[in-house]
């Protein structure tokens, strides 16, 4: 046995070394009754090369009964939980299951970690027992492989040593080897992924690298799409599901379609339940039936699920969060996969599993011993790979430093246009100012599903939008023009208006915004002439290049950042709404 110590700068980098998991930094050393059978055995073994691999996991207990074991395999991938071994009956444990050894880009770098490792571990009453016996072989096999593709609430997420299921963040594909039938699961979903970056970034072409025919692969994605103007769901984001279906096909693997999992719903204005989600998921059962392709409704499920549960569906999600599930919630999401898959491929790939009504935050403690703080996420360097060496990568490296930008994402794109509506959601960080909702449909172009209405809602109620902004369409609508590039006036205006803090007086026109603007002594933090250091491979992208009168996204981001230093907001937390993608 042989623990894998690192002195890697983040909890991610050191739970990927270590079989997913981090050794709690607990503010008081809690008593021994508080952590008992909480402790994590961590078991690392080599093999000489990429592929599946069967494991064969033997244990005997001690002088002590096993009580509510749970066994993992790879980064935390639950393999089997509530395993019970009596001392009296001279029992032993055994349990044969497929492990996929493949390279992966860990959280936080766009570099492949290619260690060719087998993590297994395990936790539960009577575990620590020094007299406990383990035995593991691992003999090379070929068995399909299960890819999973996708976003943070799928991942493979790390947890603390000792183990509090209540308190552990969990993708709930991370769970679904408990019923791997013959096959290994490669979880390659990141946090902060759209259908997008999880091809831009690297993660699909491992797949692409080793997919076979007969292996089968999932694929879910949308809580990041819809943050992006260009992912919308009956568009961008429809079209990349489509072309993932082709390409998987391509290779001989079975795609299958997963609708988001809802967030804890909120209401509109009349009181009713809605989903942020929910044309995302819509955009899935067209793309589904389009391609004839296997679909799984996590949305319609767990959007119900979380209605029936009330206040109690907190219990299923990490503290503070409405979006990212601990153990709990990710057993009980899996669990209806698991039994929505088998029915449709007839347990090929996933044997029957029996749905575990006892497996509550009911039946835990939600009492977890203080910790300390984790590691600052934002005291890297920062990972994207298209500013290296940019003239405003000071600018740039403020922006991360003050949480404004996105740490799973590893392309920001710093000479595209910055669309209006997609400036918000940083703008708002470095105003540490809270969206509102529900969204009264000022304007007819921003829908009340959209992720930016909360933004909209507050710019409006705020008198923070200039009305020369403002389009109108033929009806006499009003247009938000959210696609639209933005221009430096418009960034002036809004900062100049935010800056009145008398919501009376904000309203400045443009033209004195701007002139405000640069005699109070902003400047934009950034290269006018974009022609003078962007490179071919830069130009050519798909995205359009910032200029003449609109602004690029660099000088957006480092302008923000001289805005938080000029008002003392450097120490603020970010606003209450701001989803942190779980990756410290």
Not at 296 to 306: A, I, S
Request: contains cysteine; glycine residues 6%.
């Amino acid at each position: 046995m042989k623990k894998q110590n690192d002195n890697s700068s983040t909890d991610a980098e050191l739970a990927l070394k270590n079989g997913g998991w981090n050794d709690r930094r607990f503010e008081v050393e809690p008593a021994k009754e508080e952590i008992a059978g909480r402790k994590v055995t961590i078991l690392r073994y080599e093999v000489s090369e990429f592929g599946t691999y069967k494991v064969t996991f033997e244990l005997k207990p001690g002088k002590r009964d096993i009580e509510n074991m749970t066994l993992f395999a790879g980064r935390r991938n639950m393999i089997e939980r509530n395993i019970n071994i009596s001392v009296g009956n001279n029992e032993a444990y055994k349990k044969e299951f497929y492990v996929a050894v493949t390279p992966y880009i860990p959280a936080l770098s766009p570099k492949r970690c290619n260690d060719k490792v087998i993590f297994v571990s395990f936790t539960g009453a009577g575990t620590d027992d020094p007299k406990v016996k383990v035995n593991v072989s691992i003999t090379r096999e070929e068995v399909p492989i299960i890819w999973v593709a996708g976003d943070s609430t799928l991942t493979d997420q790390n947890a603390g040593n000792p183990y509090f299921p209540y308190g552990s963040c969990a993708g709930w594909a991370q769970t679904i080897s408990r019923a791997a039938n013959h096959a290994a699961v490669c979880n390659l979903a990141h946090s902060g992924m759209t259908s997008n970056c999880f091809r831009d970034d690297g993660h699909y072409d491992i797949a692409k690298e080793l997919m076979k025919k007969g292996d089968l692969f999932l694929i879910q994605f949308g809580h990041n799409d819809q943050k992006r103007r260009n992912l919308a769901a009956f568009g961008g984001y429809e079209e990349n599901l489509k072309r993932y279906i082709e390409e998987v096909r391509s290779f001989g693997a079975i795609p299958v379609l997963c609708t988001p999992i809802s967030r804890i719903p909120g209401k509109d204005e009349f009181g009713k339940f809605y989903s942020m989600l929910d044309q995302y998921s819509k955009a899935c059962y067209k793309a589904a039936k389009e391609t004839d392709t296997i679909l799984v409704d996590l949305h319609d499920y767990t959007f119900k699920k979380w209605i029936e549960y009330g206040d109690r569906a907190r219990d299923y999600f990490i503290k503070g969060d409405i979006t990212h599930t601990n153990e709990y919630g990710a057993v009980l999401i899996a669990d209806f996969f698991l039994n929505s898959i088998k029915e449709k491929l007839d347990e090929k790939y996933f044997s029957k599993i029996e749905e575990d009504s006892l497996f509550t935050p009911d039946t835990d403690t939600k009492d977890i011993p203080k910790e300390l703080p984790s590691k600052d996420v934002f005291s890297i360097e920062p990972p994207f790979v298209d500013t290296v060496g940019i003239p405003e990568y000071e600018g740039i490296k403020k922006a991360f430093r003050y949480g404004l930008l996105d740490p799973c994402v590893m392309h920001l794109h710093p000479y595209a246009v910055m669309p209006r509506a997609q400036l918000l959601m940083v703008m708002f960080k470095a105003f540490r100012l809270a969206g509102k909702r529900p969204y009264l449909n000022e304007y007819a172009d921003i829908n009340e599903l959209d992720w930016d209405a909360g933004y909209v809602q507050a710019l409006y109620d705020g008198n923070l939008i200039d009305p020369e902004t403002i389009a109108k369409d033929e009806s006499g609508n009003l247009l938000f023009r959210p696609d639209d590039p933005l221009t430096y006036r418009e960034f002036a205006s809004f900062i100049i208006r935010y800056l009145e803090k008398d919501i009376t007086k904000r309203d400045i026109s443009l033209s004195e915004c701007e002139k405000r603007f640069y005699e109070s002594g902003f400047k934009i933090y950034g290269a006018r002439s974009i022609a003078d250091h962007v490179n071919e491979s830069v130009r050519n992208e798909k995205y359009r290049l910032a200029e003449g009168e609109y602004i690029s996204r660099v000088e957006v981001y480092s302008t923000l950042s001289l805005f938080i230093e000029g008002t003392g907001d450097t120490g603020k937390e970010l606003p209450s709404d701001v989803e942190v993608h779980p990756v410290h």
